[in-house]
């Protein structure tokens, strides 16, 4: 049959066998020869031949069959046949091992390369190379005079005795220069162990362990609500309308105190819904002053405008008056009192599952949560909420999100 057909000769030219299809709109033929086909379409990506139609196999695609609207889906087919053996966990594995491989090799390269660069300029200081156990012997045995003594002991005699008391004596007199010269050697060599620190290496290093930990393939879907909501002042909570809020820079909201020394409660403007998870940032600045009251925290809707923040639901940056202290990693999140504080926390709030935790942002290092779960009522209605009491310190939503799942990180 296929022969027959293969080799059925075109009516019109003799020489020709109908060994073609083309598949045009209004212009389609089943059986056609290639002189015919030529005359009849410009089209020629719509002809194809009888033996590629009739020879192909559940794998192979056409260039332009079936019609389309768009060309490149036959070439983006034909490209994902080449992974067609393979499954969407295969290749999502093979892509997340290569990232970590290629991850890996370009950390380790440029660590390799520092280490080179750091040890010859080690070698290129000079005053680093010299042994200091050998120069604080020498001064010792100096301001000793461990070996006269040792030699006046070994040859003793008539004169010895006096000697020696002539020696113990000049030490009594030299007390002072002598603890001198071994003090300002010591003070020489602590200064020069301290050219080398540790501590900004030691902060780097926390920096990228971090930032590792936020690697993620899988995009949550996050979406930012900091330019929808606003703060309030509670109404008749202590001096919480002398509280300034303002929009500064990335539509940031900045919370201070204007007048000195008095409490001041400010809410979001809207009630948490119990099923959304909630992302807060907030910087919390203690400036010039050390009493550290920055709190940060949920109230009750029917709280909210004439009870206190602290000893509820609450961070407190001081350390005392709270409850989310449960350490989960690491260390504390709150630094006590201190003048220079100006850091960064992540707040993390699902009310359906009692979870409130706190973090330090954006390392992760230290995270609370909330010691006593049952404090978060059912059926409740909360609003995310901060005080502040001092003219001195800032409290700064940087931002606000819902995401359809926590990550791993606290
Ligand atoms: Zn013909």
Do not use: W
Not at 309 to 325: A, H, P, R
Not at 337 to 366: G, M
Request: with cysteine; net charge negative.
């Amino acid at each position: 049959m296929d022969q027959e057909k293969k080799q059925s000769k075109c009516n019109i030219h003799s020489n020709f066998n109908n060994n073609l299809l083309l598949f045009e709109e209004n212009n389609i033929h089943t059986k056609i020869c290639s002189v015919c086909a030529k005359q009849i379409t410009e089209n020629f990506n719509k002809i194809i031949e009888h033996d590629e139609f009739i020879h192909t196999d559940q794998n192979y695609i056409f260039s332009s069959f079936p019609p389309l609207e768009d060309k490149n889906i036959y070439n983006s087919i034909k490209n994902l046949q080449i992974k067609k053996d393979s499954s969407i966990q295969d290749i999502f594995i093979e892509k997340i091992n290569n990232y970590f491989t290629c991850l890996k090799k370009e950390i380790n390269q440029k660590i390799d390369n520092l280490q080179i660069q750091v040890k010859s300029k080690l070698i290129q200081m000079d005053d680093v190379r010299q042994n200091q156990g050998d120069i604080f012997l020498d001064i010792y045995n100096e301001v000793s005079s461990k070996f006269d003594i040792q030699k006046l002991y070994k040859e003793y005699s008539q004169d010895s005795e006096q000697r020696l008391k002539e020696i113990i004596k000049e030490k009594y007199q030299n007390i002072k220069s002598n603890t001198e010269k071994l003090q300002i050697n010591i003070k020489e060599y602590q200064t020069m162990i301290n050219k080398i620190s540790l501590k900004t290496p030691i902060e780097i290093q926390k920096n990228i362990l971090g930032l590792i930990d936020q690697i993620d393939f899988f995009q949550k879907s996050q979406k930012d609500i900091i330019d929808d909501i606003d703060f309030e002042k509670s109404k008749s909570y202590h001096c919480s309308q002398n509280l300034q809020i303002q929009r500064i820079q990335n539509r940031q909201i900045q919370i201070s105190q204007s007048i000195s020394d008095s409490h001041g409660i400010s809410y979001a403007n809207f009630i948490l819904d119990p099923n959304q998870k909630y992302i807060f940032r907030v910087k919390l600045q203690t400036n010039s002053n050390s009493d550290s009251f920055l709190i940060v925290g949920i109230i009750q809707e029917q709280d909210k405008d004439n009870k206190q923040l602290y000893d509820g639901i609450c961070y407190n940056e001081k350390g005392d008056c709270m409850t989310i202290n449960k350490v989960v990693k690491g260390n504390n999140v709150y630094e006590g009192s201190k003048v220079d504080i100006d850091k960064e926390i992540e707040v993390r709030i699902h009310l359906a599952q009692k979870i409130i935790k706190v973090a330090n942002y954006p390392n992760y290092e230290n995270v609370a949560e909330l010691e006593k779960k049952q404090l978060i009522l059912e059926n409740t209605q909360y609003r995310f909420a901060v005080e502040l009491y001092h003219i001195a310190h800032n409290i700064i939503i940087t931002h606000v999100s819902t995401i359809s799942e926590f990550d791993q990180q606290m």
